[in-house]
């Protein structure tokens, strides 16, 4: 088939779970032996290339977000109406669309480009926002306008796709005609990573992500000052940027942990690869996660993880409490947690790699987007 992905992110031109997923979707389409064409936009300062995919920028805009992290207006619209005129120029170039709902003006651009085409559709779902996270996240009006935008974009959807059971849930009771595929996993095996056995010394807690309100960064510096009541030579490493960076180091300095937490912004991806193998501990404090694809690179490595529940936090159901990490109630609680999971060493940096080889024999993206491929091949044939 000749598939195109819409994403107005790509990686590694801009950062993110999101972007290495649909990424990676892209490639398994290519070497399942499809066309693939990647509808984006403009992101880059020389022309990229990715072997076996076409590259289209449909907007211009470099810039997605404000100065509080949050997705402006402007770039969200631009993009989708580049890509309904594109898609609309195109429809006979295209026998499927796989188009992800983030955010929902990209599920109108598609249907609305393709009406009365025969292109098979698939919308992904990344996450699934309740009313109130919309209205606490965009404002009281245009939250509401996106709301109802994301309930309009379910009831459009001819398929649906998601990565979590807490999505798949939402989805399926906030407007969905039809039942969601819920994807085997994101997980891409890697051959290249070495497990990391044991406890390096002195221990060393990590952060990676970026630093958004959402991911509440601002509270590890507490959470590893905690942790050091009862383990003294506790480090740690916060890697990332974002507006809430200055909260970060503030904290680290109301705390006088200058000497123990290094914030090194973004670095290589080797950098970070070897900063996650040689963790004690990977804390992620975030309350809202889509999926959590860094909690399966941590565990690839034997690194154990810790979580915080949350409503929002999809990421809790990759851990299973004792077998690869601890799932703290609140942000309160994760010093406590930190100190468990680095006390249980080298049987619990086992049964997490265990874990990991357990479900990295299912659980993985190439399975994912053969779910979707057979599901936009059926819906192909059929028109």
């Known amino acids: 088939m ?12 801009t950062k993110g779970g999101g972007e290495r997923l649909y990424r990676q979707f892209a490639e398994e389409f290519v070497a399942a032996g499809h066309e693939v064409t990647y509808l984006t936009r403009l992101q880059w300062d020389e022309e990229p290339v990715i072997e ?65 085409s025969k292109v098979a559709v698939d919308v992904d779902w990344l996450e699934v926002w309740r009313p109130d996270q919309w209205r606490a996240y965009s404002g009281p009006v245009i939250g509401r306008v996106a709301g109802l935008l994301q309930w309009v974009a379910a009831k459009l959807s001819p398929i649906a796709s998601c990565h979590s059971q807490l999505h798949a849930r939402r989805l399926e009771a906030g407007g969905l005609r039809g039942r969601a595929i819920v994807s085997h996993g994101l997980i891409d095996p890697r051959e290249d990573v ?20 959402d ?4 509270t590890l510096p507490a959470a590893i000052a905690e942790a ?51 963790a004690a501990v ?9 999926y959590g694809l860094v909690v399966v690179e941590s565990c690839a490595v034997g690194t154990p993880v810790v979580l915080v529940e949350g409503d929002d936090n999809a990421a809790v159901e990759l851990v299973e409490p004792g077998v690869n990490g601890q799932v703290a109630k ?7 947690a930190i100190v468990d999971v680095v006390k249980q060493g080298e049987a619990l ?5 265990d874990w990991y080889a357990r479900v990295s024999k299912t659980n993985t993206v190439r399975a994912s987007a053969r779910q979707i491929l057979e599901r936009l091949v059926q819906a192909s044939a059929l028109r």
């Open 2 to 13: 000749r598939i195109a992905i819409a994403f107005d992110c790509l990686f590694p031109w």
């Open 52 to 116: 076996g995919i076409k590259i289209v920028a449909v907007s211009q805009d470099r810039n997605l977000y404000d100065a509080n992290g949050v997705r402006t207006i402007g770039p969200a619209l631009r993009y989708a109406y580049g890509l309904a005129k594109h898609l609309r120029a195109n429809r006979r170039n295209y026998d499927a669309v796989l188009v992800s709902a983030v955010p929902s003006t990209n599920v109108l651009a598609v249907r609305a480009a393709l009406i009365g």
């Open 194 to 213: 070495e497990p990391n056995p044991t406890v390096t010394s002195p221990p060393r807690v990590v952060y990676v992500g970026r630093h958004i309100a």
């Open 215 to 218: 991911k509440r960064v601002e």
């Open 228 to 278: 050091r009541k009862s383990i003294p030579d506790l480090e740690a490493t916060i890697f990332g940027e974002g507006t809430s960076r200055a909260a970060v180091l503030a904290e680290i300095d109301r705390l006088g942990l200058r000497d123990v937490v290094r914030t090194p912004g973004f670095v290589s991806q080797q950098e970070l690869d070897e900063g996650i193998r040689t």
């Open 282 to 290: 990977l804390v992620n404090p975030s309350q809202r996660e889509g």
């Open 330 to 336: 609140s942000t309160a609680g994760i010093g406590a």
């Open 349 to 353: 940096r086992k049964s997490t790699h």
